[in-house]
């Protein structure tokens, strides 16, 4: 054991100790509560996700003075002054779930916007915009955000602003590493830090809620979602850095069962996520894979590359392939996912179909054959066996959107030479600060290899339109997210068509 590792266990020891005594320390530290006050009852903001052409989840997260349960009201209406209320409701808010309500109101029309807002304890809250999806057989264009990576003392949520800002989305997607569960870092003792999280690292539900919670006071996260419906799903720093299925990236200390810590992140995800009731953690199990369709032109396949994967082989790292890499059975989706896939493929007839996903799937071996064992290279056979299966069921031209490297790429999804699908990866929100325009080894890559043709390691998102069959991808980029006030600007304008992969300049 290192010294760091020491460090390490003696922070989830006292993280574990706190725990049992959190709930009362988040009400009685002065701080906590002057904060809570100082913004009111709803200084969580509100959020709305998973739009359905008929319904859309609406959340909000409470921060009462009292860990009583309280009550309170909603309301949807079709302008936003609420003239036209047309649905409304009351929920009860629980210290049981964090204070935080899902309502989900059905009989929308589709393809509209709504307007909705709670009120409670004589408060209301601010108003937020939502959007249903498309009738299914409506042709119309569907037009989204791809983000990922939102490390809070990496940089400011600059990036938000400008996707609130943006008037034409029909929702964001949001594929993983909402949160990170590190602990509080103080300044000078880490090269990147603009801002520090509070606690230690994340382990008991009470420390990975204060961390949603301090997440959500962010102003620019908050307009994002008081701006658009989210499509949210989770990678590893939901919970920690590079687990897979039941296996911690590093062995967890003496009295926390990895387990246990997957139910309390998984918990506390759910909580503070607008998903639906299917995604509701059972324990350290949760099911967040799901289909959300979008009229004739998309159907997003929402993938969870993280719970059902094989151990990254070769002890995990970027480096050469190792015997294990070859296993022929190897999995990332799990055996009952890769089987939904490929019924949620064959089950809807929209043009394109778009997997949203966390990890790399583009082959991207470096000069001496090094890959990223935490990415499709890990696991050349599962990336096989998925492709040429998504291709046996007549999809000609799989679009795949992923997160996780911090970086925007566009490349296609290589299978023994043959092209079977187009990815294009967002870069983050605001993890690894500032960045720069390109990577030195990235770009030797590109030049290595025919199919991977963009790369940026500006911090921002990617906007997509699909439309007539084509998908769209525009790299937003912003210079700096250690300052405010960076304004956003396209760096490339590539696009994919539905009939066979490829990457054209728009
Ligand atoms: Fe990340
Ligand atoms: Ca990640």
Request: proline letters at 7%.
């Amino acid at each position: 054991m290192t010294t760091t590792d020491r460090h390490i266990l003696d922070l989830h020891r006292r993280g574990l100790l706190t725990g049992a005594l959190a709930l009362t320390a988040l009400v009685t530290q002065p701080g906590c509560v002057a904060l809570a006050q100082d913004q009111g009852l709803f200084g969580l903001g509100v959020a709305s996700g998973d739009p359905w052409p008929d319904s859309v989840v609406l959340w909000t997260r409470l921060t009462p003075a009292t860990p009583d349960p309280v009550p309170l009201r909603w309301e949807l209406a079709t302008d936003d002054g609420f003239g036209q209320v047309v649905a409304r409701g009351e929920a009860l808010a629980s210290p049981d779930h964090a204070h935080a309500v899902h309502v989900i109101p059905q009989g929308l029309q589709p393809g509209r916007r709504y307007w909705y807002r709670f009120h409670a304890q004589g408060q209301t809250s601010p108003v937020g915009r939502t959007r249903t999806a498309p009738a299914p057989g409506a042709d119309v264009p569907v037009r989204f955000v791809n983000a990922s990576c939102q490390r809070y003392e990496h940089g400011l949520f600059t990036a938000w602003r400008h996707v609130a800002a943006d008037d034409t989305l029909d929702f964001v997607f949001f594929n993983g590493d909402y949160i990170y569960e590190y602990a509080h870092r103080a300044a000078g003792s880490t090269p990147i830090l603009v801002r520090a999280v509070d606690g230690p690292e994340c382990v008991t539900l009470d420390q990975y809620r204060a961390r949603y919670a301090q997440y959500r006071r962010d102003p620019d996260l908050q307009a994002a979602h008081a701006a658009h419906p989210f499509i949210v799903v989770f990678d590893d720093h939901e919970v920690q850095n590079n687990w897979v299925s039941d296996i911690p990236s590093v062995p967890q200390p003496a009295g926390v069962e990895f387990a246990l810590r997957k139910a309390a992140a998984f918990r506390a995800w759910y909580e503070n996520m607008p998903v639906r009731p299917g995604a509701l953690p059972r324990g350290a199990e949760i099911t967040a894979y799901r289909r959300l369709v979008f009229g004739r032109q998309m159907a997003l396949h929402v993938l969870d590359t993280r719970g059902y994967r094989d151990d990254q082989p070769c002890g995990d790292g970027r480096k050469p392939a190792c015997e294990a890499v070859h296993n022929p059975a190897a999995q990332v989706l799990g055996p009952a996912q890769e089987a939904w896939l490929f019924d949620s493929v064959a089950g809807n007839s929209a043009a394109m179909q778009v997997l949203g996903q966390q990890i790399f799937m583009a082959p991207r071996p470096g000069p001496h054959g090094e890959v990223s064992m935490d990415s499709w290279d890990g696991y050349p056979a599962a990336r096989a066996r998925v492709m040429r299966g998504l291709r046996q069921r007549g999809v000609a031209n799989p679009i795949v959107l992923t997160g996780d490297v911090h970086r925007a790429w566009a490349g296609l999804v290589m299978v023994d030479e043959q092209a079977l699908g187009t990815e294009f990866v967002a870069t983050s929100i605001s993890s690894d600060g500032d960045g720069r325009d390109a990577d030195q080894g990235a770009l030797a890559l590109i030049g290595a290899h025919p199919h991977l043709r963009f790369h940026s390691a500006r911090r921002g998102y990617t906007r997509h339109e699909a439309k007539d069959g084509q998908m769209l991808a525009e790299f937003v980029a912003l210079p700096f997210v250690s300052h405010p006030g960076a304004e956003a600007r396209i760096v490339a304008r590539l696009m994919t068509e539905a009939r066979a992969p490829g990457i054209i300049t728009a």
